[in-house]
């Protein structure tokens, strides 16, 4: 059943009807969209359309668990010409408000609009249905999760986005911007050719953790793989406790991040760093699984699932990403955590060019003022390619 018309707004090009998600019809509609809209643009990737609905159905993204949402659709004479989702993140609404979030933010994301009128409608929309819930300040775009897809992508439209990365229109920002949101925040991604060695002394940094006893870079257990997953996280909620924008894993989306992540995990490209026999740090590295994924157009069937099982197997790609890393917080901002850095790199380089032909690296997102992070890429003479803004307004 399609939802009822709750906001109209009239342009030269037909009245824009504004209906919140309402039955499995919306809801396909509001997927197909996305694969509609992009369609001419090379770079965009289409994601596997079943995790397409995943993302926005209840009770199977556990983000629902802890956030109020709510899908809308545009439509003009009839036809669905954008769509747009507003959010509550109630983990994210208890967090400090000097972290970015905090109470009376809200958020909107996954936005698709086929001109500047229906984008300024549906952003409306969403602002208002965040007013009505007592909210007072908007953080946007967010796709819907501060770990999916934040940001607008404002920087490197010409490339096609690795796994796990969003990919807008370029006619988006403009028509943000002419809403009254200013910049918050900016999150950049790093490339590399990672058939080079790293500078001399990055080298040498290198070497001397190898001859410290108290060190040890091991790759994960894959036999052990929940076990090894729950690790991974707690150093991820310690190391990025005090970053902005953090909103802390709750259990059911670390078993469900497991099992999203398990085909693709490979031993020798997810490192932990036990110093004196405490793990203290990790690295993941993925296989950019959109390479294979872009020519599927989004769909498994007929025979592209034997092609993906087939990768899965034995995965050779040209891009390595590296979506998350940290080192536990007492440690942060010493030699040693920069040491520990350089060490699961440098071994996660060479894995990635020996044994699955990789040549490039993307290293992030990596918020801009995060000075620790910011170094190291630059030490390893990686360069900026991509950038997402994360907007803010008032309310």
């Known amino acids: 059943m399609a939802g009822t018309p709750d906001n109209a707004h009239s342009n030269a090009g037909g009245e824009v009807v504004i209906t919140p998600v309402s039955g499995k019809a919306d809801r396909t509609a509001f997927v197909d969209l996305a694969y509609s809209i992009n369609a001419s643009d090379p770079a965009w990737v289409p994601p596997l359309r079943m995790e397409a609905v995943e993302l926005v159905t209840p009770g199977k993204n556990p983000f629902f668990e802890h956030a109020d949402v709510q899908l809308f659709l545009a439509r003009r004479a009839g036809k669905v010409v954008g769509r747009i989702s507003a959010h509550i993140d109630h983990l994210a609404v208890a967090m400090d408000p000097v972290q970015g979030m905090g109470p009376g933010t809200g958020n909107w994301g996954l936005l698709e609009a086929e001109d500047e009128a229906t984008a300024r409608a549906l952003i409306t929309r969403a602002e208002d249905w965040l007013r009505e819930k007592g909210m007072n300040r908007v953080l946007a775009p967010i796709s819907m999760s501060i770990w999916e897809e934040p940001g607008q992508l404002v920087r490197g439209f010409e490339q096609s986005p690795t796994v796990m990365m969003g990919h807008q229109s370029k006619r988006y920002p403009a ?221």
């Open 175 to 395: 028509y943000i911007e002419a809403l009254g949101y200013t910049h918050a925040k900016s999150l950049l991604t790093y490339e590399l050719d990672i058939t080079r060695e790293f500078p001399p002394l990055i080298q040498r940094i290198v070497a001397s953790g190898e001859k410290n006893p108290r060190i040890r870079i091991r790759g994960v257990d894959k036999s052990k793989f929940d076990a090894e997953a729950k690790l991974i996280l707690d150093i991820l909620n310690d190391a990025w406790s005090d970053n902005w924008g953090f909103v802390p894993f709750t259990d059911t989306e670390i078993a469900y991040a497991g099992k999203k992540f398990k085909p693709i995990v490979r031993e020798d490209l997810i490192m932990i760093a036990e110093y004196d026999g405490e793990p203290v740090a990790f690295m993941m590295t993925l296989p950019d699984l959109n390479e294979v994924l872009k020519p599927m157009g989004g769909s498994l069937f007929p025979f592209n699932w034997a092609k993906l099982l087939l990768w899965l197997r034995n995965p050779r790609v040209r891009t390595m990403r590296v979506p998350l890393m940290g080192v536990r917080k007492r440690l942060q901002s010493s030699r040693l955590a920069s040491q520990l850095a350089f060490m699961m790199i440098e071994y996660i380089r060479r894995n990635s060019v020996t044994r699955y032909g990789s040549t490039r690296g993307e290293i992030g997102w990596i918020l801009d003022d995060n000075q620790g992070m910011v170094a190291i890429a630059d030490a390893i003479e990686s360069k900026v390619n991509k950038e997402y803004v994360i907007y803010g307004k008032g309310l």
